[in-house]
């Protein structure tokens, strides 16, 4: 397994849960996609941040992701993350949304950098 791009992820992780959504940002490639909800997804890191923003106050700042059991799949310059992730919340009991997950990034080496393309934290659910 990609040791780098698992300590990638947790300290993503960290930032979205200390509320760091410009240091979140250097994560992901300038392209980057983030699958917000089933049928929404946003393009672009000022679009992803914004979508953060959102997804913070939506679980009143007291989100906090973790991930589980992670299988990478490597070929060159990308990798295909598989990741269960745990969300935890003040109001998790009351969300519409799923928080616990089977996830799905995909990372690019650019300038020998890891950076996350696509962020899909519901995986193949959005085939549901």
Known sequence: M????????????KAIKEERFDDL?????????LVVKPGME???????????????EYFKN??????????MIEAGDTVLVLSQTLLDAD?????????ERRATYVYRKI???WLCAIDNSYGTT???
Do not use: C, H, W
């Open 2 to 13: 990609n040791e780098e791009i698992r300590n990638l992820i947790n300290q993503a992780d």
């Open 25 to 33: 940002m250097n994560f992901y490639t300038d392209d980057a996609v």
């Open 42 to 56: 946003v393009q672009g890191k000022e679009n992803i941040k914004r979508a953060f923003i959102k997804i913070a």
């Open 62 to 71: 007291s989100i906090e992701p973790t991930q589980g059991k992670m299988l």
């Open 91 to 99: 109001n998790k009991d009351t969300s519409e949304y799923s928080m």
């Open 111 to 113: 300038d020998g950098k």
């Open 126 to 128: 959005l085939l549901d």
